[in-house]
T-cell receptor, first 114, second 111 residues
């Protein structure tokens, strides 16, 4: 069975500050890992994904995440927050089954203040 | 390019009424299709997935059912809604196991 834990339901940063959203996963097999962003009353947009290639993954909008097997972590970072980054972020894990089997964390709401 | 359509965007239904949410995908063939539910403070939960016409797998027991009458159509239904069925329902599709694409969602409020 797979699971995802996102530390902090809300994270507040100032515009221009570092963004760090934490994600730890549990999986019995080598996983695929994902970060999605959701704006109010909208669907989910894929930010980036890890699929067992490079452990440092770069995504859209300046975000990146590093897969650390020893720590079972996949934290999301961005060097400088922008007001438009305010949204809810979901970490997800999937196993290799030929179809998507996403298990999501509970989400972290990112608040950006001027 | 591929697109996914999900409707309606919002829905308010009384307890005990039926439900039908529809999702269609364009621009791809034989996609895997998924229904997720997002409840407040609980993240997203996979409800159903389908790897082909007429093939439905349920991830959690509940008051809902799903059907796939056509290759690119996925329907979520209920005969009698419960208050606990309220939430944000998302349809998604994939053709690989490494990426899923989500619709804009349906906000269902059962009153």
């Amino acid at each position: 069975a797979q699971s995802v834990t996102q530390l902090g339901s809300h994270v507040s940063v100032s515009e221009g500050a570092l963004v760090l959203l934490r994600c730890n996963y549990s999986s019995s097999v080598p996983p695929y890992l994902f970060w999605y962003v959701q704006y109010p009353n909208q669907g989910l947009q894929l930010l980036l994904k890890y699929t067992s290639a490079a452990t440092l993954v770069k995504g859209i909008n300046g975000f990146e995440a590093e897969f650390k097997k020893s720590e079972t972590s996949f934290h999301l970072t961005k060097p400088s927050a922008h007001m438009s980054d305010a949204a809810e972020y979901f970490c997800a894990v999937s196993e290799k089954k030929g179809y998507s089997t996403l298990t999501f964390g509970k989400g972290t709401m990112l608040l950006v203040s001027p | 390019s591929q697109t996914i359509h999900q409707w309606p965007a919002t829905l308010v239904q009384p307890v005990g009424s039926p439900l039908s949410l529809e999702c269609t995908v364009e621009g791809t063939s034989n996609p895997n299709l998924y229904w997720y539910r997002q409840a407040a403070g609980r993240g997203l939960q996979l409800l159903f997935y389908s790897v082909g016409i007429g093939q439905i797998s349920s991830e959690v027991p509940q008051n809902l059912s799903a059907s796939r009458p056509q290759d690119r159509q996925f329907i979520l239904s209920s005969k009698k809604l419960l208050l606990s069925d309220s939430g944000f329902y998302l349809c998604a599709w994939s053709v690989t196991e490494t990426e899923a694409f989500f619709g804009q969602g349906t906000r269902l409020t059962v009153v």
